[in-house]
């Protein structure tokens, strides 16, 4: 433990020597990231109606304020400027309009057909289908079409304040402008029908359109298309009385629209022959075109916009895959591990099961201590009560808080104490590696209590010549605090589920610093310990696999330790041990090419632990995001009850470990908050390992390191009560 | 607020050891003795609590923001306090603890009541004609200003929609008078719900859940005042049992994890059943008893499981300090008074309109999109003044000698405020 709670005060030392301005940036990029991810699917929300769409459509009111002329007049309103005008089509002229569009279906077949028979016509566009299918418009423009304004989001805009019917307007103008590159004169309200239907609530807002200077347009007939009321009534409804003209309307979007395309398809010849001429509504009037083009900066505001509706809708849909496989990967990685587990616990668990003859040779137990004057005599003194033989050494790794004396005063037979320089844990195990006079090594942290039939249990795999390492099994022995809890929830899926699972795809990460047994003769065929990375501890069992040996689980080897009470302290440990597992995953990648046993770690192993431990972990943030995006723009029923589908996928989960391990299910209920605050933490700090790793933090963290052991000693950093076993790193809640 | 003041203030703001406070407003002086210099034995943590409590209920009323009775649940909190206070106080023998209670709660109450019930009387009301609860029966009625076995009665609509205050002013004013009425029968009962507490713990404290599960979701309805009260009873029932529980260790004995989760359970499942069941503001809890009383209680189980026991602010609460102390020492009176002057604000801002620069349409509409932002910067000096003026009340009723501005300042000092 010494060097663990060295570097362990290096780290904090790196990371807070400066905190003010270092822990800040590292946190920011996840932060943009995730509002960014945000900021699109709220754009995409938006025009996906999803956002700020109001639904509501208001009753007929009564009509005394509106003018007399405007209720017996035409179709086409005029309110610009103080005018209270109306205007009809001429007779012989039909003015088709389409509601709602552009829809990536039926317009293109629509524009189709009014093609194949010369007609133009006028489609009134919603601001969100402009957004989404800006294309469609821009042909409707190119084929001499009129676009007219339908509103953002088609709402009722009697109900809306003048605030909004600004920006309804101003919002689908720029829709179209981004599409087309024109501005149009034209609109026609939601939810509008005749002239005659004007009210007294419906009559003022069209009113002040016109002072916005543009024309409302409503219609003579009603087609009721969006009814499908069959090919005949469509058309019976559409064809105006004896040769007069007529604004007819239509949709081209907000369902099934092959009726219309099929009543086009005979209406339009029909009524040609008939002399009916079809044309937008300004050739009809013989007026100006309706359309003006855009320039400059209103333009490209235009093209800006629909570019990031677009990417919006393009990333979402890449979150949305990315979300998939997520979810595979969570769901598929939890099946796994429950039938893996259970295969696991069903061998060793069998009758009369062994590893081979009982191993009862005696075994050196290293306990590597940097100031753990408080734990230390509580360590030893359970490794006193061990069943099987032992001899203890304590190698002190410069401690400063009188550690080795308290060792040597508890003046017990058996027990030695060796004394260094600070020089962080893998040169203490080392040099408890080269007194210790056996050849079965266990290594435990000096803040640790074994139980008496722990090193006898642990030691017990290596009757099977092939074992080089056993891992062992941490418990978290404060776990009534709530951070406590969960990391008791965290260790005992860990070590029960995740451990049982890599011991049978032989390709387990870590021995727990905490609880571990080494064969020396393996351990010296790999070199010993290594200070290259951050975490030893998988870089020492990588290094086993790709030596050949056998890395296996023995459950009833049970080690007590403390578990980080402050999320500051569990921040640093979680810090050092998912960027130390990327480091050693980075040492070992040559295993990916070997030959051998290495080879089929590299192949195996490697690629399942990174895909668990370091990839996963990335996308995890993912399903925060669309829970928080669902719960809140909805359908939020439909998400909580996903999350609650998951949830109870993990709680089936934990409690298949927690029976496995013969654990009260009490701690059970702090899964939930678990999984609403711990989990993010838990990758906040594998993204800031990440974000460590690839700014070549590799290099900066080492001479960190080196001016943090220095300090250590000096007593800069508070002494941290746990620095417990490592290993459990569940990728995914 | 500099910090330096603070380590001897404390000690003399809270002079008259041993006088029991009106639970959930006005602290008390702890059992331990006063210690020279080293503030009392006050707990710090409990009194900001109850000065974050009243701020939310200014605030609240004011902006009457719905998602603050989520973010806050300022009566849990305080009924909680209360209970946890009554509990220690009920070591000595029950009825002169009640006694003691109620004298403390009345005066402040009847300055109160004498000033409104003028001003309703002034302002036409006839509590024999009043419409909705005229007769005998609503002038007995009126003896609830004096005391509050019930809510007191007031009318619906008072003066004209055009005078100076809008006519639904009574119902403003004596609206937060039902926490009196609460709180009474609280302290009335708490011997009894000690001795229940103490036999069965964990019944006693969430039978008053059960209760609002069957009273406040229309599962059973009484009618009236008298369902109102016990309505109101059974949703605070469990945060002032809870203050028992906080008391007598209870809540410290459970495990940590288990008191966090169990209450986050809980309260997701208030805000599930809010979800289900919105009132006319949404998601304003207030409305819907049984959201309330599940949020409340899963909210004080942690707030009071968290409880570390400051013998003075922490860190840059510090500068906090006086404002806490005083908002402590006239809780009631800053209670009573502030939604009265919450009305009060509004023809005193309407005043600016008639200024010579706020003619324009523009001044007017920049007037109008910001009023909501005058009135709370008006009426906490206007609670700062009606402390002053009314605030000493508190001190006669607790038999101390009075104070005019109890901020927990050496009297004397430059620092007093008027």
């Known amino acids: ?733 | 607020m500099t910090a330096h003041g603070y380590p001897t203030s404390a000690a003399i703001s809270r002079g008259a050891a041993g006088s029991a406070g009106v639970g959930g407003w006005q602290p008390e002086v702890a059992a331990a003795p006063v210690t020279a210099g080293g503030g009392s034995g006050r707990d710090r943590y409990l009194d900001l609590l109850r000065s974050t409590a009243l701020v939310r209920v200014v605030v609240y009323h004011l902006f009457g923001w719905a998602w603050l009775t989520v973010l806050f649940p300022s009566m849990g909190v305080m009924f909680a306090l209360a209970g946890s206070l009554m509990a220690r106080s009920l070591s000595r023998p029950a009825l002169s603890v009640i006694r003691g209670r109620i004298r403390r709660l009345l005066p402040p109450l009847w300055a109160f009541s004498a000033v409104a019930l003028a001003l309703m009387f002034a302002g036409g009301w006839n509590p024999v004609k009043d419409p909705d609860n005229g007769g005998i029966w609503g002038v007995l009625k009126l003896i609830d200003y004096v005391i509050p076995v019930g809510a007191p009665p007031f009318p619906w609509h008072i003066g004209s929609k055009s005078g100076l205050l809008e006519d639904t002013w009574a119902v403003q004013a004596a609206g937060p008078l039902w926490y009196l009425r609460a709180y009474l029968w609280f302290v009335i009962a708490s011997p009894l719900l000690l001795w229940a507490f103490r036999r069965a713990p964990w019944p006693t404290l969430l039978a008053p859940l059960g209760l609002t599960a069957i009273v406040g979701t229309g599962l059973v309805t009484i009618p009236g005042e008298t369902g109102n009260a016990v309505t109101d009873f059974a949703v605070y029932g469990g945060c002032w049992v809870l203050g028992f529980a906080h008391h007598d260790g209870l809540l410290s004995r459970i495990p940590r994890y288990v008191a966090v989760s169990g209450s986050a359970l809980l309260m997701a499942f208030g805000l599930w059943w809010a979800s289900g069941h919105l009132g006319p503001d949404g998601w304003d809890l207030n409305d819907i008893p049984l959201a309330q009383a599940s949020w409340s209680f899963g909210f004080v189980v942690i707030l009071l499981q968290y409880s570390p026991s400051w013998r003075e602010l922490p860190g840059r609460l510090r500068r906090w300090d006086k404002l806490v102390t005083l908002s402590n020492n006239r809780a009631v009176t800053i209670y009573l008074w502030h939604n009265m002057l919450i009305m009060a604000t509004v023809p005193i801002i309407d005043q600016v309109y008639n200024l010579p620069f706020m003619q324009s349409d523009r001044a007017v509409g920049a007037l109008d999109s910001t009023y909501m932002i005058w009135m709370f910067l008006l009426v906490w000096p206007l609670i700062g003044l009606t402390i002053l003026a009314l605030g000493w009340i508190e001190d006669i009723a607790a038999k101390r000698s009075p104070r005019l501005w109890p901020n927990g300042v050496r009297r004397g000092g430059s620092r007093r405020k008027a």
Not at chain 1, 239 to 264: C, F, N, Y
Not at chain 1, 587 to 601: C, N
Request: aromatic share 8%.
């Open chain 1, 1 to 733: 433990m010494a060097s663990r709670t060295s570097r362990h005060g290096s780290a904090p030392g790196a990371l807070d020597g400066s905190p003010r301005r270092r822990l800040p940036m590292r946190l920011l990029l996840p932060l943009l990231v995730l509002l960014a991810l945000m900021a699109m699917l709220m754009l995409r929300g938006y025009v996906h109606s999803e956002i700020l769409a109001d639904h509501r459509v208001r009753p007929e009111a009564s009509a005394a304020k509106v003018p007399d002329k405007i209720l017996d007049g035409g179709p086409v309103i005029d309110t610009r400027s103080g005018r209270t005008t109306s205007l009809r089509v001429p007779a012989h002229h039909l003015v088709l309009t389409f509601d709602d569009g552009p829809d990536p279906t039926w317009t293109p077949k629509v524009l189709d057909v009014l093609k194949k028979h010369h007609a133009h016509a006028v489609f009134f566009v919603t601001g969100t289908m402009t957004s989404r299918y800006p294309d469609l418009v821009k042909r409707m423009v190119a084929e001499g079409h009129e676009v007219g304004l339908h509103t953002f989001n088609h709402p009722d805009l009697s109900y809306q304040s003048t605030k909004r019917v600004d920006w309804e307007l101003s919002q689908n103008q720029l829709a179209i402008t981004g599409a087309a590159g024109i501005r149009t004169s034209l609109f026609r309200p939601p939810y509008s029908s005749f002239a005659d239907a004007m009210d007294d609530k419906s009559w003022p807002v069209t009113e002040y359109i016109g002072t916005r200077g543009y024309i409302t347009v409503v219609n003579d007939t009603d087609s009721e298309d969006w009814k499908k009321p069959g090919v005949d009534e469509i058309i019976r409804r559409a064809t105006p009385h004896g040769g007069k003209g007529a604004i007819v309307l239509m949709h081209d979007s907000g369902g099934d629209r092959h009726q219309t395309v099929r009543a086009l398809d005979t209406f339009l010849p029909t009524l040609q022959r008939q002399g009916y001429e079809f044309d937008n509504l300004t050739e009809a009037l013989d007026a100006p075109s309706a359309h003006t083009p855009v320039t400059g900066l209103d333009l490209w505001q235009g093209k800006a916009w629909i570019f990031l509706v677009q990417a919006s809708d393009n990333v979402t849909g890449v979150l949305v895959v990315a979300l998939a496989v997520i979810g595979s990967l969570v769901i598929g990685r939890f099946v796994l591990m429950l039938v893996l587990s259970a295969a696991h616990a069903r061998r060793v668990r069998r009758r009369g099961f062994s590893w081979g003859p009982p191993v009862t040779e005696p075994v050196s137990v290293l306990v590597p201590a940097y100031n753990e004057a408080k734990c230390i005599e509580n360590t030893v003194r359970s490794l006193m009560a061990s069943e099987h033989p032992i001899e203890i050494l304590v190698v002190d790794d410069g401690s400063t808080d009188g550690t080795a004396r308290v060792v040597e005063a508890m003046g017990l037979p058996n027990v030695r104490v060796v004394r260094q320089l600070n020089a962080g844990k893998p040169a203490a195990l080392n040099r408890g590696l080269a007194n210790a006079r056996h050849d079965l090594i266990v290594m435990m942290d000096g803040d640790t209590v074994f139980e008496p039939a722990t090193v006898g249990e642990l030691v017990q795999p290596f009757a099977d010549p092939r074992v080089g390492a056993v891992a062992g099994n941490a418990k978290v022995g404060n776990r009534d605090s709530l951070i406590g809890a969960w990391q008791h929830i965290e260790y005992v899926m860990g070590f029960n589920l995740d451990r049982r699972m890599y011991d049978l795809l032989r390709c387990m990460p870590t021995i727990p610093g905490a609880v571990g047994a080494f064969r020396r003769s393996a351990l010296e065929r790999v070199g010993g310990m290594s200070d290259d990375t951050l975490a030893e501890d998988t870089d020492i069992t990588m290094a086993m696999h790709r030596d050949g040996w056998r890395v296996v689980y023995a459950e009833n080897a049970r080690a007590w330790t403390e578990a980080p009470e402050t999320v500051q302290q569990l921040w640093s440990q979680r810090y050092r041990w998912s960027y130390g597992t990327m480091q050693a995953i980075w040492k070992h990648r040559r295993a990916l090419v070997d030959k051998g046993p290495s080879g089929r770690f590299g192949r195996v192993g490697l690629p399942l632990v990174s895909l668990f431990m370091v990839v996963a972990p990335l996308l995890a943030p993912l399903i925060d995001v669309f829970l928080l995006y669902g719960v809140i723009f909805g359908p939020t029923q439909k998400t909580i009850l996903a999350w609650l589908g998951v949830l109870a996928i993990q709680v089936v989960c934990a409690a298949y470990a927690f029976r496995l391990d013969r654990e009260r299910m009490t701690h059970l209920v702090s899964l939930p908050l678990q999984q609403i605050l711990y989990r993010q933490l838990m990758y906040v700090v594998l993204l800031q390992s990440w974000i460590t790793a690839l700014t070549g933090g590799r290099l900066r963290w080492q001479k960190l390191r080196r001016t943090g052991v220095v300090e250590a000693p000096g007593g800069l950093i508070p002494r941290q009560p746990t620095r417990a076993g490592s290993g459990d790193r569940r990728p995914v809640g």
